[in-house]
């Protein structure tokens, strides 16, 4: 089977999963906060950098494996909004964004695809979470599809039931405004088997697995 | 950095890491009841099976990451003792051997070495840990060693100080017989740091990482 999972989703003891507003200058508006403990080990992995393999370093490198395709949002692709601009924008990555898949991005303005030479591809749409996810299924060739935020996109396909796994992070900080993973989401937690761990470093690790019916 | 690893050793609340002899229909010993808790999910990683991501399986899945080879004792490849029969061994997995790198054997005995198909190869050595780590570093090509095992091998190369990461899992049972990972071993704790969790499962992990002088 072919899983829809949600990796490293960081969220603020108040729910914030991301700031106000996305600039060029902050990708994830105001909440730079809520990614300081996240030094791109999940794109790295547990090998290749001295540093020590943690509990969270450990966890967080479950992120690539297995996964064929992801879907996310404009606001992670760019600052961008309305009509594409003429700017040559190829994502906040360069010429190696950290995916190696193809990564279906969610947009109302129709732009052509994007390819690089590591794997990554950017294939926009216009798309309910449905069918974005039909298309990246399609795009991941039998692996599993990650979607991997901003937090209104995960909250779409939260509401659309479409989700398999989610690990989710709370990071232990307050930021009082941005964007709120829970809302419209009431009573999840009942398609949910939930486990809970804390980590010495403050953030706490939830593992949401879709509730079977046994 | 090239790293010494050692992941998802399973011993026993009274220290054991195997039984006491290993038979071709017991390739632990006695000590079955150490790996019940272990389904195979280092091989697989979290996808490609249907059973949800708990963090027991999270964290088993960092196994293979950036390993370019490995290090066993005989006993982990075969119950065979003294010089080798000509009987056709290949070691237990026939010819799917789930490493996929080459694996430099420990035996006082010598055997041209084998491979497969599948990337694994097994390099037959009479070495002390330090020379067997030299040719394990040599074969992975800059990628990370891990040592795979059985106990005394693991006892040996902590004796030797050459491990940089252990990831060890105690399951809660009891054996009373076996081979102890710990003989031998007191005021190991002093050369690393130690971080702990538990798991839903009853199952403890703990991620041993050399102190830096720092």
Not at 7 to 32: C, M, Q, R, W
Not at 162 to 179: K, Q
Not at 184 to 207: P, W
């Amino acid at each position: 089977m072919s899983k829809v999972r949600v990796h490293n989703f960081h969220i603020s003891l108040d729910g914030y999963g991301a700031g106000e507003t996305v600039t060029l200058d902050k990708p994830i508006g105001d909440a730079g906060g809520l990614f300081a403990p996240f030094d791109g080990r999940f794109i790295e992995g547990v090998d290749a950098v001295d540093a020590p393999i943690t509990l969270d370093r450990a966890l967080t490198t479950t992120w690539g494996q297995g996964i064929g395709a992801e879907i996310m949002g404009r606001g992670k692709f760019g600052p961008q909004e309305g009509e594409w601009p003429d700017d040559g924008w190829r994502g906040w990555w360069g010429e190696e964004p950290p995916f190696r898949t193809p990564v279906v991005v969610l947009t109302h303005y129709a732009r052509e695809p994007l390819h690089f030479d590591n794997g990554t591809s950017f294939h926009f749409m216009d798309a309910t979470p449905k069918e974005a996810l039909a298309r990246a299924q399609e795009l991941a060739d039998g692996k599993d599809v990650r979607i991997g935020g901003g937090p209104s996109t995960i909250r779409q396909f939260l509401a659309a039931d479409l989700v398999d796994f989610m690990h989710l992070v709370t990071v232990p900080i307050t930021l009082g405004t941005g964007v709120l993973l829970w809302e419209g989401l009431d009573g999840i937690q009942d398609r949910f088997t939930v486990e809970s761990t804390a980590s010495a470093s403050g953030l706490t690790h939830q593992f949401w697995n879709r509730a079977t019916n046994d």
